[in-house]
């Protein structure tokens, strides 16, 4: 770019963030009082909404002025609604499980009084005197946020927040490189695909812009098909702009002028958002004809996928595309060589294009440095399942999942044992408590049986049966499988069968040799990524509970007494409280009967075991008993009418 | 079929009709069609479905085979409470199974079905982004977290009682 356009593009750069940092300036103004609600999916559900009616309904009967801006996801989903106030005099302060009550308390005590009420305080947001500075716990001080810099800080709605934050500023710098030059950087960078395989970008990027044909295309995955993983639609939600902004930079590098971002329609709330997004930086100049008065043109289309888990594959996604089934393509041609419309295509996950900016904005040295040699930069997991601080955690590469899992994200609940975690979502792998110290990159993963995978964190403690757990992914991948390869579509199907029998003890002894051979033929016979990787969760779970597959199969027991079909709920009659009728009420199918002494006994034909009696069970008595195998249970007999 | 349901797929599809004037010809849009033909009424109905291939050029199967490889599209109307309950991995774990079939049990229905009254539907998503609150059941957009078999109960009592009030204040 020569220094004319350079000179012209930083004053149409320099106009648009004035604007914006007097926009901000005036939101934010020296004595108005902010509140920040988090509004992204997770905060929703826990009660965002009504907490948000509560602060507007007690600051307008108190007459006091606050302004109340909806953010995106902190990451902290076990602490929502969670909301920060900044107001003048104080640090910004973090609270957390937000009650229309909490709200109205904290409006009349905290704005009106200025008594922060402690006992609902996470954490101070700055360093200060007063109040715990958040920095001071393992959840935010290991935390390491690239991607997620800005998620639950500012208003996804609202562009001039992101750009008064420095956004887009990468872009401008990537404008005034040559294309090249970016590549060279995201090379330097060591920069590994977010989507699962760990692919280099710069790599990619190179291939399409190499490719000879005019017109190229990038596409941004936001599929996210794991069933227990939501970070990409988080950070949809949470700052669309930071995506948008990798996009256009990737897009101006390999030479294309279309882009489409491929965002499931389950998502609603993310496809609001990213579309809002597109507008926002249309109107404003940056995305559309002449991207910032320079002579590079890009349009963002948003593509919403059906749900169809195999659409994240990208060939299967690209078919989508273009209105067909999606099933995946063999592999050469690549989607960088013949993608979309037979055009050269990059395909990037979401967090891939989102660490982009932060890498052009601070240089490649600068990622190099977090994480580890071969995975440079940040993991973004949803640790879910059985764990105290389930939510989004963004880490640098390196750390591992002992230190995730106990430091960061709290522990197992319930004083329960940790037994296994499992990562990669369907295509990866359960990995027991000897793996604890493994380190969280994509090679000593993968080594371990597991894999990055999406990003998906589930851990079990002691209650999780791994054959049940084995038998959850494959019945998800044979449904989910889109029959192209027998091998997969036949295959996937037959491993559920016997997985099914086992859990039902009706497994047979040869079954763990037959469930091995046949996971090694799917793998070696399938054509994409989804074959070759859904006996994964099976695999590892023979690997390191084979005692689990064998008392299922041998003495037809769960041990973790969690198959229904091999476990049974009996009432301990020494311990179970004459005339108490708690249980009686809670049972869904009326499966308890009174005995003679007036004791109570579950009626085992019509048990659905579902366990409620063991929760609503006082725990004065602490009654209910369950066993495995079934027969263990005392047989109680109903007395006869009359 | 009754009298008021043949008039209202006839609006329906009057309506289809419309909206389908607003898309070009083109084999890439066959999904965007379908998504919106679902947004708004809610399922594809074979004649919708016919409408759709006569107007890409297309063959019924053709149209047939991509919508039905997607999990977003659904061939029957479905209730007026829309249950989805989630089993993915986090609710799973959590006993996501046990509430589906509560919700079954319940309403003497499988997932993908409708109640013959057409006031409920039970659909199985996977992972709805609350992980944090497994189990979780959408009923009618709103999350319901921390589920269990006793709250189904209550959730389809609340709805009947409401039922019962309606029709009594209609009386
Ligand atoms: C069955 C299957 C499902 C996949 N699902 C996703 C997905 O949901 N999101 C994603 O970004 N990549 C997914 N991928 C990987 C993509 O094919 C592709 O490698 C990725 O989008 C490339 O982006 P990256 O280089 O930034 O990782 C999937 C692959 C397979 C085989
Ligand atoms: S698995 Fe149910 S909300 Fe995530």
């Known amino acids: 770019m020569n220094q004319n356009s350079k000179e012209k593009l930083d004053e149409v750069f320099a106009s648009i963030k004035t604007d914006a940092e007097r926009r901000f300036r005036e939101m934010k103004g020296d004595d108005s009082q902010n509140i920040f609600i988090g509004m992204a999916t997770c905060g929703l559900a826990s009660g965002a909404t009504d907490v948000k009616a509560a602060f507007e309904e007690a600051l307008s009967e108190r007459k006091i002025s606050a302004r109340i801006i909806p953010v995106g996801c902190l990451g902290h989903c076990y602490a929502e609604p969670l909301v920060i106030i900044d107001k003048p005099g104080f640090p910004p302060i973090l609270y957390h499980d937000l009650t229309p009550g909490k709200a109205r308390l904290l409006v009349k005590a905290f704005l009106e009084e200025d008594d922060p009420v402690f006992e609902h305080v996470l954490g101070a947001m700055e360093e200060n005197d007063l109040i715990p500075w958040i920095m001071d716990f393992p959840r935010f001080n290991q935390e390491k946020k690239v991607v997620m810099a800005n998620s639950g800080l500012l208003d996804p709605e609202d562009i001039y927040q992101y750009i008064a934050k420095g956004g887009y500023s990468a872009l401008v710098k990537a404008l005034t490189l040559e294309p090249e030059e970016i590549i060279h950087e995201i090379q330097d960078s060591g920069l590994r695909g977010r989507g699962g395989a760990g692919f280099l970008t710069d790599i990619k990027w190179q291939l399409v812009r190499d490719a000879k044909e005019k017109d190229k295309i990038v596409i941004c995955n936001a599929d996210e098909g794991d069933p227990g993983a939501y970070m990409d639609r988080t950070i949809l939600e949470s700052n669309p702009y930071q995506v948008i902004e990798g996009i256009a930079i990737s897009a101006y590098a390999v030479g294309a002028e279309k882009a489409i971002v491929y965002v499931r329609a389950e998502y609603p709330l993310a496809v609001k958002t990213i579309n809002k997004a597109v507008e926002q930086a249309k109107e404003i100049g940056l995305l559309g004809k002449g991207v910032l008065s320079t002579n590079f043109d890009l349009d963002i289309a948003i593509f919403q996928g059906s749900g169809a888990f195999v659409c994240g594959e990208e060939t299967a996604l690209i078919q989508s595309i273009q209105g067909k089934r999606g099933m995946p393509q063999p592999r050469p041609p690549y989607p960088a060589q013949r993608g979309l419309w037979g055009k050269p295509t990059v395909v990037n996950n979401v967090k891939t294009m989102a660490s982009i900016p932060p890498i052009l904005e601070n240089g490649a040295q600068w990622y190099r440095g977090i994480g580890t040699d071969r995975s440079p930069g940040t993991a973004i997991f949803s640790v879910v399942g059985n764990i105290l601080h389930a939510g989004l955690v963004e880490i640098p590469m390196g750390v591992t999942l002992r230190t995730l899992i106990f430091e960061i994200c709290g522990g197992i609940p319930n004083q329960k044992d940790f037994k296994a975690v499992q990562i990669g979502g369907p295509s990866g792998g359960c990995l027991p408590g000897s793996f604890l110290d493994t380190s969280i990159d994509f090679d000593s993963l993968t080594q371990a049986g597991a894999m990055m995978g999406s990003g998906g964190m589930v851990v079990m403690d002691e209650d999780a049966c791994m054959v049940d757990v084995a038998r959850y992914f494959l019945d998800f991948t044979q449904r989910e499988s889109c029959g192209k390869c027998t091998f997969c579509r036949i295959g996937t199907k037959h491993l559920l069968n016997v997985l099914e029998r086992i859990t039902t003890g009706e497994g047979r002894e040869e079954d763990i040799e037959l469930l091995e051979d046949l996971s090694l033929d799917i793998k070696a016979g399938s054509l994409c990524g989804l074959g070759k990787t859904a006996p994964n969760p099976i695999i590892t779970t023979i690997k390191y509970f084979r005692d689990e597959y064998k008392a299922h199969i041998t003495e037809k027991r769960c041990p973790a007494m969690m198959c229904r079909t091999l476990t049974a709920y009996y009432i301990d009659l020494d311990k179970c409280a004459r005339g108490c009728d708690a249980c009686v009420g809670s049972c869904p199918t009326e499966s308890i009967f009174t005995t003679k002494n007036r004791k109570k006994g579950i009626d085992q034909t019509l048990c659905v075991k579902c366990g409620e009696c063991m929760a609503s069970c006082p725990p004065e008595y602490d009654a209910v008993r369950k066993v495995s195998p079934p027969e263990l249970a005392p047989k109680i007999e109903r007395p006869k009418e009359g | ?171």
Request: net charge negative; glycine share 6%; with cysteine.
């Open chain 2, 1 to 171: 079929m009754d009298n008021t349901a043949e008039i209202e797929e006839e609006a329906m599809l009057h309506d289809i009709a419309s909206m389908l004037a607003t898309f070009v010809n083109e084999e890439s849009n066959l999904i965007p069609i379908l998504q919106m033909i679902q947004e708004k009424h809610h399922y594809l109905c074979v004649r919708a479905l016919q409408m759709v291939a006569k107007h890409l050029g297309m063959s019924s199967s053709e149209i047939y085979g991509v919508a039905t490889f997607y999990n977003q599209f659904r061939f029957y109307p479905p209730g007026k409470h829309q249950i989805k309950v989630c089993l993915g991995t986090a609710c799973h774990i959590r006993g996501g199974d046990i509430i589906l079939e509560s919700f079954e049990r319940k309403l003497e229905i499988k997932p993908g079905e409708t109640t013959p009254d057409r006031e409920f539907s039970i659909d199985r998503v996977a992972c709805v982004g609350c992980c944090a609150l497994a189990p979780v059941a959408i009923v009618n957009d709103t999350v319901n977290g921390h589920m269990a078999p006793s709250k189904v109960e209550g959730l389809i009592l609340g709805f009947e009682i409401e039922k019962e009030r309606e029709k009594r204040e209609k009386q």
